[in-house]
């Protein structure tokens, strides 16, 4: 049993007395079927097929002791893979895709000629072993993994230095059917967003997010620019805490021509002032120039 940030996996690692049996011809004739999930190709080998990168049903891929100098980016259509074993070999970079096969439990490097690592890697959120020993890498990097809980604490120093990427494309819009701008009668959009509550956007949740992209000052004005962004009538928010309703939404949204409701979670009232404040609950805001609040119930759902 494995930990990265608090995310608790049950990872058993691959027997290191590995055993293969041949089929027979008899099972081949037979039609005797197949399992494995398991590869080791190791003989001094300097390049291998490309046809490797397609065996997306493995799970571990042994490519120790060669004389691979190269890695190729395709090694990321390998999605199944959760260990992987590049030990003893001549690499000298690695592509920054290996961030992306987020399977992966067991990463080992070691002995070969690395002098940087991709901070991609830090996106390896349920990575339990990286194996760095016997590459020309910095110092810092050395040392930060043979501290105690060494691999977590290299990952997230990558995961918090990685460059920002470009902002995503524009989420598309599901049109359920044509908008029928003939018909008479009052028209509204509604728009449902969670912003995930501060106190819930931990690292022992969101262990694959930088430190900075969790932190509320940053996600709260991303969040405002989202909702004025599409301008709708009516918004429902969820887990919005109680001082932030108070101390932001309810201010900035109604800048923007906006009223609204709030309802905290039942068991503020068992609380004190000061702790009640941290309880999370859900918010609906109306364009004041086209809505009018006539009365507010508030319903307790017991699930």
């Known amino acids: 049993m494995g930990e990265r940030q608090g995310i608790r996996v049950k990872y058993d690692p691959p027997d290191p007395r590995r055993s293969f049996t041949i089929m027979s011809d008899d099972d081949k004739q037979n039609g005797k079927k197949s399992n494995w999930h398991e590869l080791e190709i190791t003989g001094s080998v300097r390049n291998v097929s490309p046809e490797l990168w397609n065996l997306q049903f493995l799970t571990c891929l042994f490519l120790n002791n060669n004389n691979l100098s190269r890695l190729p980016v395709e090694v990321a259509r390998l999605t199944s893979l959760v260990h992987l074993d590049l030990s003893c070999n001549k690499l000298r ?9 987020i399977q992966l439990r067991e990463l080992l490097l070691n002995n070969n000629s690395l002098r940087s690592l991709p901070y991609e890697l830090g996106r390896l959120f349920l990575l339990q072993t990286l194996g760095l020993s016997g590459n020309p890498l ?56 969670n912003v995930l509550c501060d106190k819930y956007a931990t690292r022992q949740l969101y262990g694959y997010c930088p430190s900075w992209a969790l932190s509320w000052d940053y996600r709260k004005q991303t969040i405002m620019k989202e909702l004025l962004q599409y301008s709708a009538d009516v918004i429902s928010l969820q887990e919005v805490a109680t001082d932030q309703y108070y101390s932001f939404f309810k201010p900035e949204l109604a ?45 307790v759902v017991v699930v």
């Open 138 to 193: 910095p110092p810092e990097f050395i040392n930060m993994v043979k501290e105690p809980n060494g691999t977590n604490r290299l990952l997230t120093f990558m995961l918090d230095n990685l460059p920002v990427c470009s902002r995503p494309p524009e989420r598309p819009w599901v049109q359920i059917r044509p908008i029928d701008r003939q018909r008479s009668g009052t028209t509204f959009t509604v728009m449902c967003y």
């Open 255 to 299: 800048r923007n021509g906006y009223d609204g409701a709030f309802s905290p979670k039942s068991r503020a009232k068992t609380m004190g002032e000061t702790e009640s404040l941290q309880v999370d609950g859900c918010a609906i805001f109306y364009r004041a120039s086209k809505c009018v609040l006539l009365f507010l119930q508030l319903c």
């Open 93 to 101: 970079s690695l592509p920054s895709e290996l961030g992306d096969m």
